[in-house]
């Protein structure tokens, strides 16, 4: 064993680096695991170590905030740090990747912070190179200061696709169209959550002053068809949507080298879901989530979630839910924590609210997986087309495991990551199914790709007890 802890927290975002300092205030042993090579999570991601000098943004502050406190804590904080294994025996055990090694460590509690990951509707030529998702772009600026082409279209819906915009802008990128299919209307019904977020109304008011006084044409209720380009990015094709988000027949194409393509978050759900937390389905906080209460206790014993992973809720929310799963922790170990709980409670219903209104944005309506062809590629890493999940389907695949069975999508290496909620809209428009009696398929281990010697450990060969051969 290479360490047994109280707590172990599987991610080091807003969500996960708040609850291990919470916890560790009580004087526990707090574990926190992360994949990046400093804390942060997506949102508040660290510049380069390349990166000498940079304006200091909103999340660059709370990021440089969070990762200083975390430093002169008491947390053990593994960086590079890939958990591909967990399991429940008396505590928690976790089979952790780092420096091409398997380790083992074990903990009391656990805590899952995994954070969400970006949608992607596919569209013909989505799989180009110069294409990229909205969220993979503000990793690009946050961590590089670069922008993604010369010239690129920026599509997708919430706040998102404005920021990204203005980042381009900002970074020195020239950004052709901004075109989304959120109408006027989406962001009308929004205006009570974001009154009430009056700093946030400011920010988001900017972005879009920036755009229109330099001349970006920012095209509402539309949506990109289809990816001209071989090896590349050459232009780009848009559609008008109906009130469903049904292309329509016109369309409009625009001279691009790239495309930044998002349609919202959803949570990292595989881990809880393997863990046997059950799942339900809350279209306002990203699809299928796992069921866990605000201070993140699950029916699991000693298993807790908070952050984007336990719903789409935005990154303050994420803040006072880490902290508040982390004094429950500290309540569960015998620590009075609740006066804090209750104020820091109240604090994470104010967020949650705003959270849901802008995740509101990004629900796909019905006609959104018209947007595929039949040969658009769904299942990137096994090259299967729609054409060929409508066929599955027809041969009476009423499932996501079903589909999964099949032809294999979702058993490439981003573990159906990618394909999953598409899969899921092919089945609802093929059967008639609401996408809340589609489920995701089962979760399996390992949680990610891991090196067979790494999950072997010192396995020795030779002590395999092999019989002679049986004389002729």
């Not at 013909?124 to 590089?144: D, E």
């Not at 990551?417 to 009696?437: L, N, R, S």
């Amino acid at each position: 064993m290479s360490g047994d802890y109280d707590v172990a927290i599987v991610g080091a975002g807003p969500a996960g680096g708040n609850a291990a300092l919470a916890a560790a205030q009580h004087g526990l042993r707090v574990l926190l695991l992360d994949e990046q090579p400093a804390a942060g999570g997506q949102v508040w991601r660290a510049k380069s170590s390349a990166i000498l000098a940079a304006p200091a943004t909103e999340e660059s502050t709370a990021g440089t905030s969070l990762r200083n406190r975390l430093a002169q804590s008491s947390v053990t904080h593994l960086r590079g740090a890939r958990v591909w294994q967990m399991s429940q025996d008396d505590g928690w055990k976790l089979e952790v990747l780092q420096g091409g090694s398997s380790e083992t460590y074990t903990a009391k509690k656990l805590v899952l912070a995994t954070g969400a990951r970006e949608y992607v509707q596919p569209v013909p030529g989505w799989t180009t190179p110069g294409v990229i998702g909205l969220a993979g772009a503000t990793a690009l600026f946050k961590q590089n200061l670069r922008a993604p082409g010369l010239r690129t279209v920026v599509c997708g819906t919430g706040p998102l696709v404005f920021y990204v915009a203005s980042e381009i802008r900002r970074l020195g990128g020239i950004v052709a169209a901004v075109i989304t299919p959120n109408a006027r209307m989406d962001w009308a019904r929004a205006t009570p959550a974001l009154v009430r977020h009056p700093a946030l109304l400011a920010r988001g008011a900017l972005w879009v002053a920036d755009l229109k006084l330099a001349g970006v044409p920012i095209y509402w209720q539309h949506a990109v068809t289809g990816v001209d380009g071989d090896t590349e990015v050459t232009a780009v094709e848009f559609a008008p949507l109906s009130h469903d988000w049904t292309p329509e027949a016109s369309r409009v194409v625009i001279r691009a080298d790239s495309l930044c393509l998002g349609n919202g978050l959803i949570p990292q759900i595989e881990a809880a879901q393997m863990l046997g937390v059950p799942l339900t389905h809350d279209a306002q906080l990203g699809g299928w989530v796992p069921r866990a209460a605000p201070d993140g206790v699950t029916d699991v014993a000693g298993l807790y979630l908070c952050g984007d992973g336990a719903g789409i809720r935005g990154a303050e929310a994420a803040v006072h839910q880490g902290t508040l799963t982390g004094l429950r922790i500290a309540a569960d170990m015998g620590f009075n924590t609740s006066t804090a709980r209750d104020s820091t409670r109240a604090l994470w219903a104010r967020a949650a609210r705003f959270g849901r209104a802008m995740t509101a944005l990004s629900i796909p309506r019905a006609g959104l997986a018209q947007l595929s062809t039949d040969d658009t590629i769904v299942c990137r890493c096994e090259g299967i087309t729609k054409a060929g999940i409508k066929q599955e389907i027809t041969h009476g695949a009423g499932s996501c495991n079903a589909v999964k069975s099949g032809l294999r999508a979702g058993m490439g290496p981003c573990g159906g990551k990618f394909c999953q909620t598409a899969v899921a809209q092919i089945i609802c428009t093929e059967t008639g199914q609401d996408v809340a009696q589609v489920a995701p398929p089962t979760a399996r281990p390992p949680l990610c790709p891991v090196p067979l010697d790494a999950a072997a450990g010192a396995f020795d060969y030779d002590a395999l007890p092999i019989p002679k051969p049986a004389p002729l």
